[in-house]
């Protein structure tokens, strides 16, 4: 009883990972390329997201100074 | 008791919460890039600090919440001290329960979808007044706020009151914000535009922050910027002095440092590697004869939210473990079970509380690589606890999201749409093949990643980017998709017609 107990518990994870690992290979993975031109997409949106979050951050310094 | 649900004693309040109205007609792109730029506006502005604190107060705080803070966006000493943890909370609460059917509702009925929403903004309501009441309760306050003595003055109930009414208010408003976005007036969900918005802020904030700030206990004064403070005190002339300051860099805990930067990086590329990865059922039209396709099931099918989930999960763990740890010892419960549960620790130079013991120290994440590596029973645990976390909500989330294997067959038959070589009635079989496997492997990697940061000293903010990151795909798909069909905005027609 308890040996079937533990081998199910062990199964799980083990199932788990091969259709995981199994998933991944299957997957169409992208090329240097394509990878290159997502990161610049991205990496430029985040950095003009960021600048400009940061612009407005910087414009509390002188509220800062009005109220504290 | 038959026919009653836990759902409509939501009802009770509908008429006195404020709610926004849905949009009556659909928005228009360009005021869906107005109503964007603006609430992250508003949401940004949350950062100014609290009235009735001494200034710089974030650095005289002892904080016990700093390894979280970067994920919620709550930034010490300032209008956004809960940042999104209320919110996020609430939504996670009402869609788990809804998922596991702990609730009865039927979300394809107008009516339930209704008090579903407001159910949701009711908890994240009552939640910020809770943490908001334990944070003041448990004395975070008392050593910054302006004309206070704690060892000398009675209570300062006007200040609290103060304080509480200005961190409530505006989580309130930020709750609302976020139904703003929800309801459509924007791109994505509203939590995860914020939050990418705040991880891009802060690590552009993090690397080249100009504003100098005094450190704490010492009287030095350092730029915020990580990489600002390097290129201040880099003198050509004493090379001696300069590996110190890069070490410093590298290290200091108070600001930012050029590791955590470093980490983020490293995380934002491995988020968009996995982003990239998928696999490409082929489909054909049912119509039109020769038309086929390929439709794409993601790794990252779930995106980012079970890794904030998990961290949600954790975090309130943390939140209401140190509350709970000051109740009981200002109640004077014996020692021993206060430090059961967690024992705190200042750490002079940083101003953190430090976890030293207890049941929340192995739950918290590692402030250090040197201490991963000290205390592995807590590493382990703390990692394994977020990667189950994670699997476990990616598992359910495939099915209880609207894009479960069935909705998706649903959809294909409603488009005209079937995969190649297979009947109708196999579909929903061959994508449940495909999807529970690849939300749940897709959590896994990114958990992993998410742990991985987090183990090397990340802080919080490899977690963050990681959320950051995968949630910004999903807001920049919504704007390409909607910037393609309505066919360019009127904004760069215009600036076109400039030239």
């Known amino acids: 009883m308890a040996n079937e107990g533990l081998e199910k518990l062990t199964e799980v994870p083990v199932e788990f990972f091969k259709d995981g690992s199994a998933f991944v290979k299957k997957c169409h993975k992208p090329d240097q390329k394509e990878y290159l031109k997502i990161v610049k997409a991205v990496g430029v949106g985040f950095i003009m997201m960021g600048v400009v979050g940061y612009a407005v951050k910087l414009l509390h310094i002188p509220i800062r100074y009005l109220i504290v | ?499």
Do not use: C
Request: charged share 15%; aromatic share 12%; hydrophobic share 50%.
């Open chain 2, 1 to 499: 008791m038959g026919g009653f649900r836990l759902l409509d004693l939501v009802q009770f309040f509908l008429p006195v919460l404020p709610e926004i109205e849905s949009p009556v007609e659909k928005i228009a792109f360009d005021e869906k890039v107005v109503y964007t730029v603006g609430g992250a506006f508003i949401f940004l502005l949350g950062q100014l600090p609290l009235y009735g604190l001494v200034s710089n107060a974030q650095f005289a705080i002892v904080d016990p919440l700093y390894n979280i803070r970067s994920i919620f966006a709550m930034e010490k000493g300032t209008l956004l001290e809960l940042g999104l943890l209320p919110v996020i909370t609430a939504a996670f609460i009402w869609q788990v329960a809804a998922g596991l059917r702990l609730i009865n509702a039927n979300l394809g009925l107008r009516y339930d979808r209704e008090l579903f929403q407001t159910g949701q903004k009711l908890t994240a309501f009552a939640l910020a007044v809770v943490y908001a009441a334990g944070l003041i309760y448990s004395g975070y306050y008392d050593n910054v706020i302006r004309g206070y003595d704690p060892l000398k003055d009675s209570t300062p109930i006007g200040s609290y009151v103060l304080l509480f009414t200005q961190i409530v208010s505006w989580s309130w408003l930020v709750t609302l914000m976020v139904e703003i976005f929800d309801k459509g007036y924007s791109f994505g969900s509203g939590v995860l535009s914020f939050l990418t918005l705040q991880v891009a802020t802060n690590t552009v904030a993090d690397l080249i922050g100009i504003e100098v700030f005094k450190v704490f206990n010492s009287n030095k004064s350092e730029s915020y910027g990580a990489l600002m403070n390097l290129v201040r005190n880099f003198s050509l002339f004493s090379p001696k002095k300069n590996a110190a300051t890069i070490w410093h860099a590298f290290t200091r805990i108070q600001l930012p440092n050029l590791n955590q930067f470093y980490i983020s990086l490293l995380t934002i590329g491995g988020v968009i590697l996995l982003q990239n990865y998928r696999i490409e059922i082929p489909i054909r039209s049912t119509k039109v004869r020769g038309m086929s396709n390929v439709f794409p099931i993601r790794l990252l099918y779930t995106g980012g939210l079970p890794v904030l989930f998990a961290f949600t999960v954790l975090a309130n763990v943390q939140v209401f473990g140190y509350f709970s740890t000051v109740v009981l010892s200002k109640l004077g419960a014996p020692q021993l079970l206060v430090s059961l549960l967690g024992k705190f620790e200042l750490n002079p130079t940083s101003n953190n509380l430090n976890l030293k013991t207890g049941i929340l120290f192995y739950l918290s994440n590692s402030t250090s690589l040197l201490q991963t590596l000290l205390s592995p029973i807590k590493t382990v645990v703390y990692a394994f606890s977020i990667v189950v976390l994670s699997v476990w909500f990616a598992n359910k989330w495939s099915y209880i999201s609207g894009s479960s294997p069935k909705d998706i067959a649903k959809q294909f038959k409603d488009q005209g749409i079937s995969i190649s070589g297979k009947r109708d009635i196999s579909i929903a079989k061959e994508l449940a093949r495909v999807i529970p496997v690849a939300s749940v492997s897709g959590a896994f990697l990114l958990a992993g990643l998410a742990v991985a940061g987090e183990l090397l000293g990340g802080l919080g903010k490899g977690v963050a980017t990681v959320v950051g990151v995968s949630s910004a795909f999903g807001v920049l798909e919504e704007f390409m998709l909607e910037y393609q069909q309505s066919g360019g905005s009127q904004f760069t027609s215009a600036l076109s017609g400039l030239q």
